[in-house]
């Protein structure tokens, strides 16, 4: 992770954009007055990645996608829809 400020950001945009398409660094912090303000991460990086339920986020377990679609007929019925 690197971080500069805004002005520094600027100047050197072009190297910062280059380190991150490269993977030579994973986001870059964007300070003002030395408070982080903003975050540059590589497109299909962090941003990309597979989004998990808040009960299931970072244990490691991964869905059963068929059984959750599956209730999605169940719900459905309920509501009469």
Not at 48 to 66: H, Q, S, V, Y
């Amino acid at each position: 992770m690197s971080s500069c400020t805004i002005a520094e950001t600027k100047n050197s945009l072009s190297a910062i954009l280059a380190a991150l398409a490269s993977g030579a660094e994973q986001e870059h912090v964007i300070k003002n007055r030395n408070v982080p303000v903003a975050i540059i991460l590589p497109y299909g990086g962090s941003v990309a990645k597979e989004r998990r339920f808040g009960f299931a986020k970072d244990d490691g377990k991964d869905i059963d996608w068929e059984a959750f679609d599956a209730m999605d007929d169940d719900i459905a019925d309920m509501f009469g829809v």
